[in-house]
């Protein structure tokens, strides 16, 4: 509702996001469009879980859905992965723009190049501060076990050339 008052302007090209649900809108959508005023001609907002077994088929793999108004060129992609599959984000958006190029709604009839999408990807930086609730102690382990944990976009399998990070602070 937002992007209609606001009167984003729309660029062409797809604009991946890596988001828990389709519930709250992701950081770093929300930060390009305050900061840069633009909005992607198709915007995919990706999910992905791990079940509790080894393998699922791809086409038991995918959701496909569209979010907001089916003009808005807005999907979401919820994708589940067995616990010995490989988390492979630019597999997802391919087979789910395939998927959806045969169908209705946004994509639908349209053949998108998943190979051209640009990924962003939200980051939290966490900032240690003297508010009670954690001790001292804890939350330089916190931070510093958050500070080193493996990088996102190379987890979920995105290419490095076209994954823009965008960050927020946090303090804790």
Do not use: C
Not at 3 to 21: D, Y
Not at 101 to 114: E, I, S, Y
């Amino acid at each position: 509702e937002q992007l209609h008052r606001r009167g984003v302007t729309r660029v062409p090209g797809i604009a991946v996001f890596p988001h828990p649900s389709s519930d709250t809108a992701p950081l770093a959508l929300v930060n390009n469009v305050a900061h840069n005023h633009v909005l992607h001609q198709q915007v995919v907002i990706i999910s992905g879980r791990t079940a509790s077994v080894p393998h699922l088929a791809w086409h038991d793999r995918l959701s496909v859905e569209h979010l907001g108004d089916p003009d808005d060129g807005i999907l979401y992609i919820a994708a589940t992965f067995g616990f010995d599959d490989r988390t492979d984000f630019p597999e997802v958006l391919r087979r789910g723009l395939a998927e959806r190029a045969d169908g209705d709604g946004p994509g639908g009839g349209q053949r998108l190049d998943p190979s051209t999408a640009s990924y962003f990807v939200s980051r939290i930086s966490l900032r240690r501060t003297k508010q009670p609730g954690m001790l001292r102690w804890r939350k330089q382990l916190f931070i510093a076990l958050a500070h080193n944990a493996a990088s996102q976009a190379e987890f979920l399998g995105l290419p490095e050339d076209r994954t823009i990070v965008m960050s927020a602070g946090v303090q804790v």
